[in-house]
Each structure stands twice: as structure tokens, then as C-alpha cells.
């Protein structure tokens, strides 16, 4: 009986990973198809990844447009890590009536879903003057309410006492936090780099509301035009998709420890 | 004295700390909130707007392509979601027994989609269920059907193939949550009821689902606010298509500001439709979950 059921839980198991993985194989196996035997449903290696790499290049600026989308996507993050995690620190460590107040409208917030304030948020900043630019996707983004409260939580299981023995050396608060406080706090802001870093990575409608230029486009729009074309080039597109997924595939293997050792602190308290 | 100055340089201090948050989210998110509501109340072309008090509103309620679009999301809101958070949930509590073999290979597996963008995987489904595609080939391989299944053209199998892609991106996402949850759960726990005669299944609806109800709980208002922002996906693998049989609230806000000749005010009232929607179903859900 219990056997029966344990080989249940590895079926079941290794179902769900091989459903998971399988697009992925697909995806590697793509790149080196052409068009014609993608579509047809090929699922052998071929031979024409020379070409469809060189097609990509021949027909974008794929460079400029990695850029474009590493640049927004590391500035969003440093800045949204920043700006979330101090305010976290202010709400948890310096508690007053009046902000624990704000700290739940501050969370009710996280109810209003981004179609409600695409419309007014595009007004805004074509009234800034940023239309089509990249600060114009940064800016609205950087106050994540879902990362001021997973540092909140997160602050909360910081020892005290540390803190006390600082101000006793007579360290000022803004020492205490960026000396002693970010660097302890390490696994949480792993965490949330890699959480900001992907959000930012594949944001898509956002930029596409605010981007017209083709030299400024991200990966995203890139990938998303190139598949509405009238005559789609499959091995191109997977070429495009890889360098868009592999970055985050690295990224991901190289923080995971972290990222789930910064979860559990999150869920902890 | 030296209590009132301590209270004091602290508030100060929680001041400077939660400020340049506040300034960005006055700008970026509360203003746009007034601007919006503003906005709802009048009708526009392109930026010239007139005052239409509650017109929008009946423009809405007879609006059929509007109805279709909400009829659409409710329906991946009803079957995806609840399917979903169910196979987070079990594969969860089977990750989590310590005696078994290649956990951390499972465990990455069923989590690696999560990061995957939502266009590109969106792309790449597009490709995979197109009519002559790997998925159809393979059906037919199995000989489980005899003609290939329309599944972009046809107004169900469209709609079975978003459901089908965001429980494919969105179930480990889910998973690791419950994870990070089970393993605060002490193992003696599982061991005491397991000396008691508890059957695995008894465990799982005695012990596991009552611990993680919190957990379920935040996955379950996640999850809601996620499919009825829906965009990404239908966007990019179906374009909302066949005849809107996929277009979401979203997308018709989008087509409304974007596509359309601009009317601002009638977008921002269908947003709302939105925000309404949120409240609504999350007040449910925490009732259902019977906390506070």
C-alpha cells in the first residue's frame, strides 16, 4: 500500500516536472529549427541556428534593445530596493500612530490592480515630458507595495539589541541602517532584487504605453511585435526568447539560496 | 523632558525614512487614483474632454463587446484559480516530506517557469498549440484525437488555452509560497498524527490546509488581482481572439485608450469596474477564510 503510494507521489511529481521543463527543451531545440519546422511541430535538432542568429541580428538592433532592458531593469531595481526598504525600516523600527495609519492604506493599495491607473498614470507623465522615455518607466515603479511589505515582515525578526549597541557607539540611524542593517539583512534583499529584477525584466504593458521609438523598445516589445508580424520567423523568435529567458534562468541559479531562505523570513512572522 | 526629546527624534528619524516613499507614491499612485475617478465622469476624443456625469455608466451597462470581456475574465477567474492554488497546495506537501528523493530537483523543475516572461512564454505557447504544432502532432501521435484541435481559432480551446498557460506559469509560483509556509510547521506534528492512525489524505485537510490558511488566503487574493488584470497572456497568444472570445477587461481598457480613438473617461470608468470587482471578491475571501 505504501508503496503503491509513494510510486503515486513520483509519478505525479515527475509529471509536473516534465510538463514544466518541457517547453524549455522545446525552446533550445527551436533555435535551431527554421520557420516551416517549427510550425509543423518538429522535435529534432536541425541546422539552422547560424542562420536565425543571423537573421535576428540582421533584422533588430537586438544590443541596443538588451540594453535598453538591462538598463531599466538595474536601475529599477536598486532604486525600488532603496526607497522600499527604508520605508519598511521607518514603519517597523520608528512606530507612531499616525504611520502605522498610513502603513494600511499604504497596504490597501495593493488592491487597485495597474488598468485602473494606466490611464491617469500616461497623462501624468506626458505631462512630465517623459513620454518615450526610460525614466518614464522607472519612475512609477519604484514603490512596489508588495516589497515595502515583504521588508516589513522581514524586519521584524532583526535583533534589537544590535541596534541599541550602535546608537550606544553613537552611530546615527542612517549609519546603523546602511552599515549594519542592509548588510545583515543580505538573504531579504536578494530576495527582493530577484522579485524587482524580473518584474522589471518582463514588464510589458507599461513600456508598451510608454515607449514609441523602436530604438528605445525592451525585449519584451521586441519579442511581442515580432510575433504579430504577418509573416512570423519562428527561429528568430526563439532566438529572442532564449536571450530574453537566459538572463533571468542565471540570475535566478545564482541567488536561489537566498531567495528561499529570504522567503521564509517573509512568511515567518 | 528626556522623553518627550527621545519620542521626538524618533518619529523625526520614522519621517525621513518613509518620505522619498510617500512623495512617489502621492505622485504615482494616489493622484492617479483622484485623476481617474475624475476622469470617469467625463467623455473624451483624444484629449478634449466634456463632463458626462453618470453616462459612461450607461454607456457600460450596454455595452456588449464590455460584457463579453468581463463574462471572459470571470471564467479564467473561476476555473484557473481555484485549480491552480489545489496543485500548488499538493505539490507543495509532497515536496515537503524530508525522506524524498530528488526534492531540490522537483522543487526547481515545477519553479523554473516563474521566471519566465509572461510574453515570451505567451509567444511560445502560441507556437506550440498552433494547428499543425508540436501539441496537435503529438495528440495525433497518441492518436487521443483524430483531427487536430483548433485551439487558437476555436472560441473554447482558445479560452482552455489560457487557462492551460497560466497554470503552466503560475503553479510553482504559487507552490514555493506554500512551501516557505510548511516548513515553519514542525515535522513532530505530522509524525504525532501519523502515531494517531491519520491517513495521509486526513493530514493533509486536518493539519496542512488549517495551518497554511493564512498563506491560502494571501495566494488566493494574489492570484484574484492577477487574472482580473489579465493582459500579457491573451495579448500576446491569442490577440483576444477568435471574435473577443479571449478579450479581458484589461485589453478593452488598453483598446479603449490605445487603439481606439482615445476616450480616457469611458477607460477609466471600466477600470473601475475593476478596483470594485477586487474589493468585492476579496471581502468574500476573507469571510470564507474566517479570519477578523
Redesign the interface.
Known sequence: MKNVRNSLVYIFLGLASFVSIFPFFWMIIGITNTTQDITKGKFTFGNALMVNIRNLFDTTDIFGIFWNTSKIAIIGTLLSLLVTSMAAYGYELFRSRIRERIYTVVLLTMMIPFAALMIPLFRLIVRFGLLDTHMGIILPTIVNVFLIFFFRQSFKTFPREIIQAARIDGANEFQIFFTIVVPIMKSTYSAAAIYSFMANWNNYLWPLIVLQSSEKKTLTLMISSLSSAYFPDYGVIMVAIVIATLPMIIIFFMLQKHFVQGMLGSVKS | MLRRAKYNK??Y??????F???V??A???????I??LI?STKSCKGIVCEPNGLGNIKRMLNDEVFHKAFKNTFIFFIVQVPIMLT?AL??AS??N?KK??YRG??R??????T???????S??????F?Y???????LMFIQLVNEPIPWLTNAFWAKVTIIIALL?RW??YNM??YL??L??VSSEVYEAAEVDGAS?IQQFFKITVPLLKP?ILFTAIMST?GT??L??EP??LT?GGPSNATLT??QY??NQ??VYVPN?GY??TL??V??FI??IL?IIQFKVAGDE
Open positions: 524618533k518619529n528619524y520614522g519621517w525621513i525614512f518613509v522619498t516613499s510617500l512617489l507614491m505622485t504615482f499612485l494616489i493622484y492617479p487614483i485623476d481617474s476622469l496543485m499538493m505539490l509532497m515536496l516530506n524524498l528523493k530537483f522537483f526547481t523543475a515545477i519553479f523554473l517557469p521566471v519566465t516572461s509572461l510574453v515570451a512564454y509567444v511560445l505557447f502560441k507556437m506550440m498552433g499543425e504544432g508540436l501539441i496537435n502532432q503529438f503552466w503553479t510553482g514555493v509560497f516557505a509556509a516548513q515553519n495521509k498563506i488581482i482580473l488584470q493582459f500579457d495579448m500576446n490577440g477587461i484589461s481598457i488598453y485608450s490605445f480616457f477607460a477609466a477600470s473601475y475593476i478596483v477586487v474589493a476579496t
